[in-house]
């Protein structure tokens, strides 16, 4: 009787912890606004991109670093890069209350596409989107789109 008690114990106990560990990873918990501090030196990659079917990218990548345009430490800037799947596009950018938007001039890699989404990047995040953050989770957001990330290994680091 008591071995029979202690196994359901421990099931329950187990259950209990895969249940726990699995709503820790489930977006949308203990979201808050992105900062710059938090998003340096994090890579995130889409888990869901939702928008207007015939222009957004099935998949979206940006990650955060400082980037230097004369590679000194003086001239240090918050550097955002991102891709919907074929071309590379990257900018200094800022993050104001809760919009993420690039600030600066793009530059970006010239790849000829067969589909090509940089449009639709370039104006999300020349427009600025609503960026919040929980755990390992970004979630980007403007009117009609909603792009939720998972942070990933930092390719650039």
Sequence with gaps: MIMKISGILVSVVFLF???????????GQGMR?????????????????KGDAANT?????????????DGSEE??????VASGGCN??????????????WISEIETTL????????????RQ????????????????QRPGITVWLKRATPVLS
């Design 17 to 27: 912890s895969v249940a726990s560990a699995g709503a820790a990873e489930s977006p």
């Design 33 to 49: 606004p992105a900062t710059l501090s938090v998003l340096d030196g994090r890579h995130y990659v889409s888990t869901s991109v």
């Design 57 to 69: 990218p099935l998949k979206v990548s940006v990650e955060f670093f400082e980037h230097s345009s």
């Design 75 to 80: 001239d240090l800037r918050p550097t955002m």
């Design 88 to 101: 590379t596009m990257g900018a200094e950018y800022s993050v104001r209350g809760s919009r993420i938007r």
């Design 111 to 122: 790849v000829g596409c067969i589909i090509n989404y940089d449009g639709w990047m370039s």
């Design 125 to 140: 995040f020349k427009a600025g989107m609503k960026a919040s953050i929980g755990g390992k989770w970004l979630l980007l």
